[in-house]
Each structure stands twice: as structure tokens, then as C-alpha cells.
């Protein structure tokens, strides 16, 4: 439970796996976003003792590695003495602080699919300060692009601005088919990301909250739009 290797269809993070355990580990450029997010989870000493399984168990709308996850089509497999289920992470994080692991099940694994290791990825986080805070917007963004620079599949999800981080599932259908630089850009920038729901609360207001996801969002897209056009096609792979 403790390892990260692969599969023959997926690429699978062990339970007791760290997060400096994920950071060090060799993986294909898509899930950079992830490794990304881990040098946010808290302090060193947090991210040498905490474990992937156990920032998605406690379930916060902040958790940083939600977004990147769900941007990989995460799943959760669940353990008992009846036997093993396997879940999307989209059902599995309930609301917050609310999952739907039973009392006698152990999270044991995180399985991401091969299909979801193409493409490049990208992670953002704003918060009050740049490190050990609480994020009031991220983003994890993951782009597959054609052999014209069109955006063949795009993944999008934003965290901090609702009860459960969520996929952009209506911008990403209309980001594809659209080149991955300028044309795409502005179609985030004309999108009302109505499908948030942020709260106010002491580090931001809703308003401010949904703006900064938006610009989160264009940023992350730009980067990985630049990043494509240094990385080769590759299905990638991972060391165990």
C-alpha cells in the first residue's frame, strides 16, 4: 500500500503512499498538476507523513490534491472484509468533510486510468500568502492536443469554490476542437463559470473567489498549451 506503480490499465497510488513519496516518483507529464499540488499540502514534515488517501478522506473543498485528481478521472478503491469496490472520486467526495467510504472499508488504493496519462497538466493554487495557506481558488488543467494543435480532450477542475471540487464539464466540451493558444484563452475568458458556487467567508468573497478561478483557469490552460510545445507524444510511464 505504500507504493506508486502501474498496471497494465492503470496507474496506481498505494494508500500509505506520501506525498513526497508522489513527488519524487518518475510520471508522465499529466500528472505534473498532481505533483504539483503536492508540495502544497501543508509543510515538509506534513507531506513526508501525509498520504494521498488520507487528503481525500478528510474531505475538505480545499484539499489540494482533489482537483488534480479529478482532472486524471481518479478512482477510489475501497476495501473490507466483504471485499474490494471501486468508485470515481466524483462519487466518493460527497460533500464536505463527507465521503462515502463505510465504516468497515479502508481506502487502499488511488487508480488513475492509462487513457487519462495523455496530454500535459498544470496546477495553480491562490492564497492569502504563498505557502502553508488554506486556498481561497485552484485549478488543475490537463490538455490533449491533435496533430494540428487542436484541443482534442481538455480536463478542467477547480477547487475552494464550491462544497466539493468539480470538472468544468461545459467548458470542456466547448474548448474541444479549439486551437490550444489564443482561441481557447478567449473562450475562457467570454465563460461565466456559473457552475460554481463559492461561499464568502474570511480569506475571500464569492465574487472574488469565482474571478480568481476564472483567471486561474486561463493561466493554467496557457501554460500547458506552452509545455505542449516542449514535450513529445508519449503515453508515458511510471518507475514502481
Not at 465504516?103 to 502553508?132: C, M, N, Q
Request: aromatic letters at 4%.
Amino acid at each position: 500500500m505504500a507504493g506508486i506503480g502501474e498496471e497494465d490499465e492503470h496507474v496506481v497510488i498505494g494508500g500509505r503512499a506520501t506525498w513526497t513519496d508522489l513527488f519524487r516518483a518518475e510520471l508522465p507529464p499529466a500528472l505534473d498538476a498532481l505533483k504539483l499540488a503536492a508540495r502544497e499540502v501543508g509543510s515538509i514534515q506534513i507531506q513526508n507523513r501525509g498520504t494521498v488517501a488520507g487528503n481525500l478522506c478528510n474531505a475538505s473543498p480545499a484539499a489540494d490534491g482533489v482537483p488534480p485528481l479529478l482532472a486524471l478521472d481518479a478512482e477510489i478503491e475501497l476495501a473490507s472484509a466483504a471485499g474490494r469496490r471501486v468508485l470515481p472520486l466524483g462519487d466518493f467526495i460527497l460533500g464536505n468533510r463527507h465521503i462515502a467510504r463505510r465504516p468497515d472499508e479502508l481506502l487502499v488504493a488511488v487508480r488513475i486510468p492509462r487513457a487519462s496519462t495523455a496530454g500535459v497538466s498544470h496546477f495553480l493554487k491562490l492564497g492569502g500568502r504563498s505557502y502553508l495557506v488554506i486556498s481561497i481558488a485552484m485549478v488543475a488543467t490537463r490538455l490533449v492536443l491533435d496533430g494540428a494543435g487542436r484541443i482534442e480532450e481538455a480536463a478542467i477542475a477547480v477547487g475552494a469554490c464550491s462544497a466539493v471540487a468539480q470538472r468544468l464539464r461545459r467548458l470542456e466540451t466547448a474548448l474541444i476542437g479549439r486551437h490550444a493558444g489564443d482561441e481557447a484563452l478567449a473562450a475562457v475568458a467570454e465563460w461565466p463559470f456559473d457552475e460554481l458556487s463559492p461561499i464568502d467567508d474570511v480569506r475571500a468573497s464569492a465574487p472574488y473567489r469565482r474571478r480568481a478561478a476564472a483567471e486561474l483557469v486561463r493561466r493554467a490552460l496557457r501554460h500547458s498549451h506552452e509545455q505542449l510545445g516542449r514535450v513529445p507524444a508519449t503515453e508515458g510511464g511510471v518507475a514502481a
